[in-house]
């Protein structure tokens, strides 16, 4: 085993300094900058997008009862909203008048229905809003016919916000639940999958390529008279994981810095915003590195082997795409589970090894799943990556020797168990 750390310093020093790696370690320190700065930033760019002014053309149908003076109310609550009349005009001149002055558009009431004419249908924004805008004064116009007051109305659309609060199976009372609480860990929780899901397709795809190769080029066969075949491959999965490790580094400690100046105001002074920034937790940030590490190890050790199973680099993907599968499977599962962490599904899941990584991550960022179910998670976890590594060893001790035609599936059990 003397021959280990030179390896890992090998693989590490020949693929630091490679563009993707840099790249990627650049977009996750972005990515935990950013995430501390996503509500105001989310909030302030939903609302770029809401239109200041709406100037708006209205032509009704004769003969109906008119929504325009309740349209004209909801103009003079509504900043930047105009409404005009299109009386005395058919429809072809007030749409040539929406044309020659630049307006929002032309709304056509005929009766219930109700048709905005506009020279771009796709700003679902303002779509939305002149939908908003018609449906109050509908409201109104529906209150006058009923004989409704002001107060019937605003107690008949009145929400109710329905609080959630969590209950022990003994029935002992819980924390209330914060709904946007809840949706900043979704987010959260979204960002963090997706980056346990690349490291696991990069760092994977970069071991058994490597491993292919070396073999390709036929320095295995000079680099196994020196070393023995399990050095080699723990070597590179060491080695391929320390870039990994340290991006984690790099990350966790973007995180420790961001939840820092978050809890002491700092980031609110740079941002210049006196709304209160999210900061990630730390015990977040914790499991994503428990299961970021053991994702890694578990999936790295089987890419190993698979790369020792071909004679060129161009088969790899052929060989991996079984284990892309899986990594995807793992994925979409976690990003299920975020209807319902505690589902059967988000549980099998949460417990299968190759996908526990990221759904059992996944559930306790959003879920409070038993405490028996994640130590049984992180044990079964664990245990499979140290199976993983010996099936994986007694395979790559004979595959990195052999050469032309792929090994089929029956030859593979065959070197197992020799």
């Not at 590490?12 to 950013?34: D, E, H, M, Q």
């Not at 209150?143 to 002992?172: C, H, I, W, Y």
Request: charged share 15%.
């Amino acid at each position: 085993m003397s021959m280990i750390p030179v390896l890992v310093k090998r693989e590490f020093t020949s693929r630091a300094k490679g563009t993707s790696y840099i790249i990627t370690t650049v977009l996750g320190v972005l990515v935990f900058v950013g995430l501390s700065f996503l509500p105001p930033i989310v909030e302030r760019f939903s609302a770029s997008f809401v239109p200041d002014s709406i100037d708006l053309l209205v032509w009704e149908h004769p003969g109906e009862n008119s929504i325009l003076p309740y349209l004209e109310q909801v103009s003079q609550e509504r900043e930047g909203l105009t409404i005009r009349s299109a009386s005395g005009m058919d429809e072809q001149e007030a749409y040539r008048l929406v044309l020659d002055q630049g307006l929002s558009g032309l709304l056509l009431v005929d009766g219930p229905l109700y048709t905005l004419v506009t020279t771009d249908g796709t700003n679902m924004m303002l779509n939305g809003e002149i939908e908003s805008i018609v449906n109050r004064a509908v409201n109104r116009f529906n209150a006058v016919r009923l004989g409704l007051s002001a107060e019937d109305m605003a107690s008949l659309f009145n929400r109710v916000e329905l609080k959630v609060r969590e209950v022990t199976p003994l029935g002992e009372d819980g924390e209330e639940l914060d709904s946007t609480a809840q949706s900043q860990a979704m987010v959260l929780t979204y960002f963090l999958l997706f980056m346990i899901y690349m490291a696991l397709v990069m760092y994977g795809n970069m071991v058994a390529t490597g491993v292919a190769e070396e073999k390709s080029s036929r320095i295995m066969e000079v680099m196994v008279s020196t070393v023995t075949p399990l050095e080699l491959m723990l070597g590179k999965i060491i080695g391929v994981g320390s870039l990994g490790l340290l991006q984690f580094v790099i990350w966790v400690g973007t995180g420790f810095l961001m939840n820092t100046m978050g809890n002491t105001g700092v980031l609110n002074t740079l941002f210049g915003s006196s709304e209160i920034l999210s900061t990630i937790p730390l015990d977040i940030v914790l499991w994503f590195g428990l299961f970021f590490v053991a994702g890694y190890f578990f999936y790295a050790s089987i890419f190993a082997a698979a790369g020792a199973l071909v004679s060129r680099v161009e088969e790899v993907s052929q060989v991996v795409s079984i284990l892309m599968m899986m990594i995807m499977v793992g994925f979409f599962g976690a990003y299920t589970s975020f209807l319902n962490p505690n589902s059967a599904f988000a549980v099998v899941t949460s417990l299968v090894p190759f996908t526990s990584p990221m759904v059992m991550f996944s559930r306790i960022v959003l879920g409070n799943p038993p405490v028996a179910q994640i130590v049984v998670s992180v044990l079964v976890l664990f245990l499979s990556v140290l199976v993983g590594a010996w099936v994986s060893a007694k395979i790559y001790r004979i595959g990195i020797l052999m050469y032309g035609k792929r090994p089929s599936l029956r030859q593979v059990v065959q070197l197992v168990k020799g």
